[in-house]
Every structure is written in C-alpha cells, then in structure tokens.
C-alpha cells in the first residue's frame, strides 16, 4: 500500500508555532531560539477542586 507522503513532508517543512499551555518560562525560551509561541491562560475549573469541578459537571458542565 503506497502512502501519500507530501502532507506530512510539507508539515515538517514549515513554520514551527508552538502552543504553550504551561509557565511562560517555557514559551519565553522558545522565543529566545527564535520559535513563534502562543500562549494560552488555562486553569482548571473550579481552581482545580474535584468536588467542585464534580459539582458544576452535575450542573450541567461548566
């Protein structure tokens, strides 16, 4: 079975833009390489509490 590589290839030969969903430390090295990066401000609802996050999926999802 002969697979169409092209995609991949043109994937590996393009810009990289890195998503950084962590420490802006870690996106700020990036840059200083040279690597574009978005940052993304995530937390986990309910600030993390399972109880919590158990909580708003019972009402409906948050």
Same mark, same amino acid.
């Given at each position: #079975? #002969? ?11 393009? &810009?990289?833009? =890195?998503?950084? =969903? ?6 700020? =090295?990036? &840059?200083? %390489? @040279?690597?574009?990066?978005? %940052? =993304? &401000?995530?937390?986990? +609802?309910? @600030?993390?509490?399972? %109880? #919590?996050?158990?909580?708003? +999926?019972?009402? @409906? @999802?948050?």
């Amino acid at each position: #079975m #002969m697979t169409d590589t092209s995609k991949i290839l043109k994937l590996f030969r393009s &810009e990289l833009i =890195v998503v950084n =969903v962590g420490p802006k430390s870690f996106a700020d =090295v990036l &840059e200083k %390489q @040279g690597y574009q990066t978005l %940052q =993304v &401000e995530w937390k986990p +609802a309910a @600030g993390g509490d399972k %109880q #919590m996050q158990e909580l708003l +999926a019972y009402l @409906g @999802g948050y």
